[in-house]
């Protein structure tokens, strides 16, 4: 063995103690916090997170479970741009802008699909951002699956659904304003990883930026594949150095080398 081979296996053994460590402190799982020692940024903003007083989660509670404008604006904060081996992921200066207006057609087209208000309020004031996800489960799903559709007809949807909301309303006024001056296409695909995350977390399975091991190879799961209800059937990933989208079932991943 050369001098550079065991140099590479003393590193890969110290960031595999780092990560089990960071793991244990935060209580999260392995793959979360491979990802937070691969981002010091992002491993800040989660330790931060996870140090709230219960009356800053609280209010972080109540804006999750605030839609459209206060839930999009949560999940925006709750996951920050990462950089990744597949490029960067939950991108977008608007990502928050189009969060809001799917969640704005999804109240106009299937308004039932709307927590009830008492219920949210309710469900926030207990300070875990799980319990609120739980709640807004359909309407996360929904609001996702409007971006399977054709894109070119989702503003026309998203226009629809602001006529159809209060003039003077916060939403329509803001939402309308973006609607008619920003170019929000670039934000699409932040949007979907971030819904994404937020619903696979769910199935306890693993969000856009967690590294796999595919054939052999190392790759970045980029998004899920949903069918109109149950769990999500397939990853989709990127392989290092291949910016093409693969499409992995669910369960043919493995761990990473060097994990």
Known sequence: MTGAERRRQANDRARRRAIRALAAQMGVPYSVAARLIADPHRALVFAHREQRPFHARVRDTRDAATPPLGRAAHLTARFPRLR??????????DRGTVLAMLYAVVAHESPGLLPAAGELEWVAELGEETAVDITCAGLDRAARLLLDADQWGLWTRVEAALEAGDPRGEATISLGRELRTVSLRGSLPG????????????HRLKAPGTAIGLGGRTATVVGARWPESGPPVAYEVRLDGDPRIHVVDLGQEQEPAGV
């Open 84 to 93: 990744t081996a597949a490029g960067r992921l939950y991108d977008g200066r």
């Open 191 to 202: 949007a979907r990883q971030t819904l994404d995350a937020v619903l696979l977390a769910a």
